[in-house]
């Protein structure tokens, strides 16, 4: 078990949400699409550009740019 | 039971299937109107099943009732004014446990709800079992399930909502989110309730609630209805933001959010829901998606798709305009005929009949752009297209949606910025939209075309091709930097959180396109038709009045009693009337010219030529941009009298741009200078209308036309200043 940031996670890898470092509009809408500590997500693919992030969790997809996904540390495998 | 006059009202995220519904529900009864201050649209219609009557209002969707966004505000001003008796809370079921979230947060409000527990059937083909019955016990909420798209489940929810003996009062919902928090919840609670100018509005418990969750608008308001009490209210919030901070690294929302979440897979784990399948196993819309967000596929796809849209609107709308345009030149033609020459006929003519056309002539174009944007939006693929370009809009402060509305407003040459403009509605990001909506109008339209394809053939005839792609370039180029700098002053600040959810892919639904897109038709010739006629009346009279005087209309009728004379006894000779008939043309074209000259917009035009000779524009020039406001092929035809050619065709203007070229006073540079401020000056009255209806305020209408005309004339100035250095 290590912990990084989520723009570090490769596609396809799966982990559980450490923390959330954001307070404000920025955490608000983070943690209304589920986003909290303990849930379980992967990494569904990447923008042609290689940001934002598509990452799947409970059986839905949720996109978000990469410095947002630096706010959130996930444990993986 | 009197259920004459009963409110209730539709909430839930955005792509819960809640719009669907309230289409299912209303029918065609439906009305829009706008939250009191905002621009947030309100959707309200009327439920009819035999004498069952129901008011429903469909609130915005959320996914959550802070008070970030203006949607979420007017919701739950919506909720606490008008105090609807019912609130359907439209959740998700394939989707249950986040959609769960907003409810919860309705019933710590102390709303009464009812869940519609929509989109069963995918539930059901993604192999979840949802026991209704339990989970309603659990929750100690009504619930119904449903299929909006069919409309099943539809009449027993309406049933279940208006029968007095599942009235749904439960209070609010208590719920823990920790010692530290629930201590500071009871403290503030305490403080609140005898205030009783808060506490009569609001459960004083929500209000200590949303103090903790740092609820701008809560707090603002408790501060103007008690400063006192928000000082000691927010010595307690203080105090347990701070230890929270210390002994567990977190704020007293994302506590909150916690412990919401907790309560709800807490009865998750109750067995309400079975999942046959793996939970994350790929679906058809994910297979898709593997496709259509792919790195090299994706772009190129897209390219298509958008290529398509733009086809769509403008191809294939070309013929109810032209129909349209037949219409209104007939009824012009008629006007003609039938009323002797005066002002009054120009009036009717130019200023009414020009006018309403001008609106009606775009309106199958806003049908068919919104017919097609429906389908992006509602299939789901919309998101997609801004989950892939969001990487090169960012750089400029705008949203990966914001390419919808330049595309449409001419990001291909051709387009519209009425539509454009009307566009940007699919942004969620209020500073992202409002740039957007701003810099869309330096697009090409199909209007500044015949202005570009006249001085490019005129000046540039030996690289047509190559400059045509010039001019798309540096308006592409210029209305990212323009949206750059606005996101860097008067739009500064950060940019909205992108977080954004990629909805599966749906099939929409024809009732719903068709709603949606009636809707905003509707609304644009409604709306802006009235406007529009007035500024169409008050051009006219700026190029009519005040005429000439007249002296100078009696030299010109003595002129042509001169040639009716030198021509009289040779009528039965061809040659001669032929001569003559040309002489009295190229006096009337003089006259008009005269009068032009004479006019408002005349005599703007000479008092500015001192200001314009910098960008190399003479008056005739200013003349032309002034009519241009009106809509800018009208900048040919200006240009066309104010050259004393006559009428000119802004599809034929040949004869025009040749006279233009043996000008002395005309050079490729001039044209270019010309070219350059033709792209980036004000947007037509038309596109200013729809940008003060799209902001919400005249302040940016007025904005666009003086910043745009002041970016213009200084890129114009120093193309025109810094090539006659270079001795072009």
């Known amino acids: 078990m290590k912990t990084i940031s989520m723009r570090n996670m490769a596609v396809g890898q799966r982990g559980q949400i450490l923390s959330v470092k954001a307070d404000g509009e920025m955490g608000r809408r983070i943690r209304d699409m589920g986003l909290i500590r303990g849930a379980e997500i992967s990494i569904q693919g990447r923008a042609p550009l290689n940001d934002p992030v598509a990452i799947r969790i409970k059986g839905f997809t949720l996109t978000l740019r990469n410095n947002e996904a630096d706010l959130i540390s996930v444990e993986v495998q | 039971m009197n259920t004459m006059s009963a409110t209730i009202a539709l909430a839930g995220n955005p792509n819960s299937g809640k719009t669907t519904l309230f289409n299912a529900l209303t029918g065609a009864r439906q009305h829009v109107g706008n939250y009191p201050g905002v621009t947030v649209e309100k959707k309200s219609g009327t439920y009819v099943n035999g004498d069952n009557k129901i008011t429903v209002v469909d609130l915005p969707g959320t996914y959550s009732l802070t008070a970030y966004s203006p949607e979420e505000v007017a919701a739950r001003d919506f909720l606490i004014r008008e105090k609807p008796q019912v609130v359907v809370n439209i959740v998700d079921a394939s989707n249950l446990e986040r959609h769960l979230y907003l409810t919860v947060q309705f019933m710590e409000m102390g709303v009464p709800v009812c869940i ?100 701008q608008q809560i707090i603002d308001y408790m501060k103007s209805a008690d400063s006192g009490l928000y000082a000691s209210l927010k010595q307690v919030k203080d105090t347990v933001t701070d230890h929270l901070k210390k002994t567990l690294e977190t704020y007293p929302e994302a506590m909150i959010a916690d412990y919401r979440y907790g309560y709800i897979s807490s009865i998750m784990k109750q067995g309400v829901m079975v999942h046959r399948y793996d939970e994350n196993r790929l679906y058809l819309s994910d297979k898709i998606d ?297 006096l009337e074209a003089e006259e008009n010219e005269a009068a032009l000259r004479n006019s408002m917009a005349g005599r703007i035009g000479s008092s500015l030529e001192g200001v314009t000779s910098f960008a190399g524009f003479d008056w005739r020039t200013n003349i032309a941009l002034v009519g241009g406001f009106a809509a800018k092929e009208v900048i040919v035809s200006t240009l066309g009298t104010a050259y004393s050619m006559g009428d000119v065709d802004p599809e034929a203007t040949e004869s025009l741009g040749d006279s233009l070229a043996s000008n002395p006073a005309w050079s490729p540079l001039s044209a270019l200078s010309l070219i350059i401020f033709t792209i980036f000056y004000a947007p037509c009255f038309v596109t200013v209308v729809c940008i003060v209806k799209e902001s919400g305020s005249w302040k940016w209408g007025a904005f666009s036309m003086a910043f745009n005309t002041t970016l213009a004339f200084l890129l114009a100035v120093l193309v025109y200043q810094t090539g006659s250095l270079m001795g072009f």
């Open chain 2, 116 to 215: 519609a527990l929509n989109m069963m059937d995918v539930a059901k083909t993604r192999g979840i079992d949802i026991r209704v019955d339990r989970l309603s016990k659990l929750l100690g909420v009504p619930i119904i399930p449903t299929v909006a798209r069919s409309g099943k489940g539809k009449d027993e929810l309406m049933q279940a909502v208006s029968s007095e003996e599942r009235a749904i009062k439960n209070g609010p919902l208590r719920l823990s989110y920790g010692e530290d928090l629930d201590h500071a919840l009871d403290t503030m609670e305490s403080l609140i309730r005898p205030c009783t100018a808060v506490s009569n509005i609001y459960d004083s418990r929500w209000v200590a609630l949303k103090c903790l969750e740092n609820d």
């Open chain 2, 290 to 586: 593997k496709i259509l967000v792919n790195r090299l596929a994706g772009p190129v796809i897209m390219a298509a798709v958008l290529f398509g849209l733009y086809f769509f609107t403008f191809t294939l709308s070309e013929a109810p305009v032209a129909w349209l345009e037949k219409a209104i030149e007939w009824i012009g033609a008629t006007a003609d005929a039938h009323m002797a020459d005066s002002l009054l006929k120009s009036l009717v003519i130019s200023g009414i009949i020009d006018g309403v056309g001008g609106v009606l002539g775009f309106a199958p174009l806003i049908m068919f752009m919104f017919f097609g944007i429906a389908i992006l939006e509602d299939s789901g693929y919309l998101a997609r297209v801004a989950f892939m370009l969001d990487r090169v809009f960012r750089i400029f402060g705008l949203h990966g949606s914001s390419v919808m509305a330049f595309i449409v407003s001419g990001g291909i040459a051709g387009g519209c910025a009425v539509p454009g403009v009307m566009a940007s509605r699919t942004l969620r990001s209020p500073k992202e939209r409002l740039a957007t909506l701003l810099t869309v109008p330096f697009m090409n339209c199909g209007a500044k075309l015949p202005v570009f394809a006249l001085l490019v053939g005129a000046f540039f005839s030996k690289n047509e091709a190559t400059m045509m792609m010039i001019i798309t370039v540096i308006s592409w180029v210029g209305a990212l930097l323009a949206a750059k700098l606005l996101r860097m002053t008067l739009i500064r600040g950060e940019s909205t959180p992108f977080v954004m959810e990629l909805p599966p892919y749906r099939l929409p639904t024809f009732k719903g396109l068709l709603i949606h897109t009636f809707e905003r038709t509707f609304q644009y010739v409604k709306k802006a038709g009235t406007t529009i006629l007035g500024i169409s009346i008050l051009l006219w009279a700026m190029m009519t009045f005040p005429g000439l005087p007249d002296s100078a209309k009696e030299g010109f009728e003595s002129r042509k009693a001169q040639i009716q004379t030198s021509a009289s006894g040779g009528e039965s000779i061809p040659s001669v009337v032929e001569k003559r008939d040309a002489a009295i043309k190229a």
